[in-house]
């Protein structure tokens, strides 16, 4: 199992930038399947995007293709999240989590879970 540190949140206004970062502990990492889940006021969490321990399988939720790229870096430990052309509703919590395969990931079947760090989108 692997602990995880996510920082980069932020205010931004609509149409901004922001890179969200997660740094894992563990032996297990580059073998890892890593991702992102978000939880809005009000709702429940949902998935952003996947990586495979390669970075060959990539995946994303439906309302960030296009806007956001999830990359990670094996030597160092750790998955970011780019998110470009933000808008209000992009306004929650964001979760890095960890599991065994990719598919798990995208079906919410994690195995770790970081504290979250909000992102705050102005209109």
């Known amino acids: 199992q692997v602990e995880l540190v996510e920082s980069g949140g932020g205010l931004v206004q609509a149409g901004g930038s922001l890179r969200l970062s997660c740094a894992a502990s563990?032996?297990?990492?580059?073998?890892?399947?890593m991702g992102w889940f978000r939880q809005g006021p009000g709702k429940e969490r949902e998935f952003v995007a996947a990586?495979?321990?390669?970075?060959?399988?990539?995946s994303y939720a439906d309302f960030v293709k296009g806007r956001f790229t999830i990359s990670r870096d094996n030597a160092k430990n750790t998955v970011s999240l780019q998110m470009n052309g933000l808008k209000p509703e992009d306004t929650a919590v964001y979760y890095c989590?960890?599991?065994?395969?990719?598919?798990?990931?995208?079906?919410?079947?994690?195995?770790?879970w970081g504290q979250g760090t909000q992102v705050t989108v102005s209109s």
């Open positions: 990586i495979g321990w390669n970075s060959i399988y990539i």
């Open positions: 563990g032996r297990t990492f580059s073998t890892t399947a």
């Open positions: 989590a960890a599991a065994t395969l990719p598919s798990m990931v995208v079906g919410g079947r994690v195995a770790s």
